[in-house]
T-cell receptor
Framework: GESVGLHLPTLSVQEGDNSIINCAYS??????FIWYKQESGKGPQFIID?????DKRQGQRVTVLLNKTVKHLSLQIAATQPGDSAVYFC????????????FGQGTTLQVKP | NAGVTQTPKFQVLKTGQSMTLQCAQD?????MYWYRQDPGMGLRLIYY???????DKGEVPNGYNVSRLNKREFSLRLESAAPSQTSVYFC???????????????FGSGTRLTVV
């Protein structure tokens, strides 16, 4: 069935290190993927997205990699800062017409000073 | 430009009571969505409205109804609240591009609902 999952529930990194958060998806027809950041008590905040015709996209301090062969998505955060501490979700678009998203369960990123 | 506004932010209901969660967006977006988020979990789609005048069920629609009042507003109604509906509810919107490409969504800040 359709599902998006994250490999690790919690990731703890040292400030200044790079972080990698992983995501597996099961719907090979999904053509659009988004990473969200959610801080405590707030709604999901868009970080970066990628379409299925790409395998890499870079933003400010963040990079998303897409491997369609193994249906794997990752979010790389460079020089992780305390302000990056949050829950990160990947989401896949399963229907271009409706825009429906399927979310993973989330990975909590803890940044140690 | 406020984005997506949800009201109320917090609500406590007794089992069996009814209430409506309000959502409004000022970005002229076509599509609107209601998600729920339970502790330690990702968001699950309840209902959505791909365009004004249409609504469809998502993954977990039971116990809810929706109304797309106009292009700006999309409300979620609980007719008879149950403890299992205790959750945080998020409304989201997105624009439908001419080539039907999906783009990032804008989420509201959520409504924390407790049913006792």
């Amino acid at each position: 069935g359709e599902s998006v999952g994250l490999h690790l529930p919690t990731l703890s990194v040292q400030e200044g290190d790079n972080s990698i958060i992983n995501c597996a998806y099961s719907n090979s027809a999904s053509d659009y993927f988004i990473w969200y950041k959610q801080e405590s008590g707030k709604g999901p905040q868009f970080i970066i997205d990628i379409r299925s015709n790409m395998d890499k996209r870079q933003g400010q301090r963040v990079t998303v990699l897409l491997n369609k062969t193994v249906k794997h998505l990752s979010l790389q955060i460079a020089a992780t800062q305390p302000g990056d501490s949050a829950v990160y979700f990947c989401a896949e678009n399963v229907s271009r017409n409706t825009g429906k998203l399927i979310f993973g369960q989330g990975t909590t990123l803890q940044v140690k000073p | 430009n406020a984005g997506v506004t949800q009201t109320p932010k917090f609500q406590v209901l007794k089992t069996g009571q009814s209430m409506t969660l309000q959502c409004a967006q000022d970005m002229n977006h076509n599509s609107m969505y209601w998600y729920r988020q339970d502790p330690g979990m990702g968001l699950r789609l309840i209902y959505y409205s791909a365009s004004e005048g249409t609504t469809d069920k998502g993954e977990v629609p039971n116990g809810y109804n929706v109304s797309r009042l106009n292009k700006r507003e999309f409300s979620l109604r609980l007719e008879s609240a149950a403890p299992s509906q205790t959750s945080v509810y998020f409304c989201a919107s997105r624009v439908q591009k001419w080539n039907r490409e999906v783009d990032g969504y804008t989420f509201g800040s959520g409504t924390r609902l407790t049913v006792v």
